[in-house]
């Protein structure tokens, strides 16, 4: 089975307002297998909106529409699905009592421009809707081989919506799958580019495979969407266990997190489960920042989960020279010798990190955001990150270099994360596989 769904709204159009709809839909469909081809935002114009239609009607077993069914004289989807199907809009009686009951209840008459809330195409049938005042329609279009293409349109509010697909819309289209269903995975990995983690997959991510294996790329993280198709729930789940296994073996611990796990969730945890192994009374492992360029940025991160004042007791923002002296206690002659920005001065804000919280791990990093300061020798982009532990007596400090891509915002965020990186493969006791 093959969908396509269909967004209707100016407000969409104009990027006034996200569609969610779409994305809701796609994951409800997908979990009873059918295929979605295509998402298509049409504005409130009737002509488009009957194009769109017909086009996807031709393309797909389903079409669900959401949006245009309100009471004013720009919701003309239903006035587009009756030219689609040749049909005139007709009263609908059941749904103008219960209109008319809807407004009763609230003590005020029915304005005249809701009775087209209960117009449906001559052929259609009206769907009920539990939450709201437009009335749902569903028809069959012929398609040119003969074949028939289901058409739903529901409200474009988005709880109007999800409620009249769930209690109408989906019993119907389960009963059309047969059983099939598409489950689907996300692995996510940081440190690597999506061309070297497509490199390590090789032959997983042909595209005519079935589970399938695509890569996208968000806010420097690295994604890998495994989605498995098949006639049966059972056979869908452990073709998706087999591909994920795969996956894994390829890329071992680049992999940190799946589906809804953050880089930070997954490092918070690491440190939750190294003090949950702790005996009665013993110090807790806590883990300190001290940065620069990130503004803070690392400790909002570290801090994110509830409970982290478990392993984060505090934290250093030393932007300037002085404050690294100050608050670190950063030789400034380091500074005047290497540079802010600088391996050797990193290693001494993370050490000086670690004498004043007596913490087990120190992250610092010291960089240049942009879009100014760079250098032929230190271009934008440039960032020293050291991590100091004290794993038995005496610390151990050890620093790299990284040039990010981007812009201020981008450059900041990825310097956080590769911080978190370089404690989940300490905490792991691996070095960086990059």
Not at 162 to 181: C, D, H, I, N, Y
Request: charged share 20%.
């Amino acid at each position: 089975m093959t969908g396509t769904i269909l967004s209707i709204g100016d407000e969409l159009v104009l990027g006034q307002t996200v569609d969610t709809n779409s994305a809701w839909l796609s994951q409800q469909l997908a979990a009873i297998g059918c295929i979605i081809l295509r998402h298509l935002t049409i504005g409130d114009h009737q002509l488009q909106i009957e194009s769109a239609l017909r086009e996807s009607a031709q393309l797909s077993d389903v079409v669900l529409i959401s949006g245009g069914i309100g009471p004013t004289e720009d919701d003309l989807t239903r006035q587009a699905l009756a030219s689609v199907m040749n049909e005139p809009l007709e009263l609908n009686a059941t749904w103008l009592a219960e209109l008319e009951k809807f407004f009763s209840q609230r003590g005020r008459p029915m304005p005249p421009m809701n009775r087209i809330q209960a117009m449906i195409p001559r052929g259609a049938s009206m769907i009920f809707n539990h939450a709201g005042t437009a009335a749902g329609i569903k028809t069959t279009l012929q398609r040119s081989d003969g074949k028939p293409c289901r058409v739903y349109v529901m409200p474009g509010v988005p709880k109007e919506m999800k409620k009249m697909f769930q209690t109408s819309v989906l019993p119907e289209l389960q009963a059309r799958s047969g059983g099939a269903v598409i489950l689907s995975r996300t692995l996510h990995t940081f440190g690597l580019g999506e061309s070297a983690i497509a490199e390590r997959l090789g032959p997983l991510m042909h595209r005519d495979r079935n589970p399938s294996v695509g890569t996208t790329v968000s806010a420097g993280v690295v994604s890998l969407r495994i989605n498995s198709r098949f006639d049966s729930m059972q056979r869908a789940s452990d073709e998706l266990a087999r591909i994920e296994s795969e996956c894994r073996s390829a890329l071992g611990d680049l992999i940190y997190g799946q589906d809804e796990q953050t880089l930070q969730e997954v490092v918070a945890n690491q440190l939750f489960e190294i003090n949950a192994r702790l005996s009665a009374g013993a110090t807790p492992y806590t883990v300190t920042t001290a940065e620069s360029c990130t503004g803070g940025l690392l400790a909002k991160l570290l801090t994110d989960l509830s409970g982290s004042s478990g392993y984060f007791h505090r934290g250093f923002v030393t932007y300037s020279n002085e404050a690294k002296a100050d608050l670190l206690g950063v030789d400034p002659q380091l500074i005047q010798q290497y540079g802010a920005v600088s391996e050797e001065v990193a290693k001494a804000m993370a050490l000086g990190a670690l004498d004043r919280a007596q913490a087990r791990a120190a992250l610092a990093i010291s960089g240049i955001a942009g879009p100014t300061g760079g250098t032929p020798s230190k271009p934008v982009g440039t960032v020293c990150i050291a991590l100091a532990t004290v794993d038995g007596s005496a610390p151990q400090v050890h620093a790299r270099t990284f040039l990010f891509p981007g812009d201020r915002d981008m450059i900041r965020d990825r310097s956080a994360k590769m911080a978190l990186t370089m404690l989940r493969f300490h905490l792991l006791g691996k070095p960086l596989p990059f």
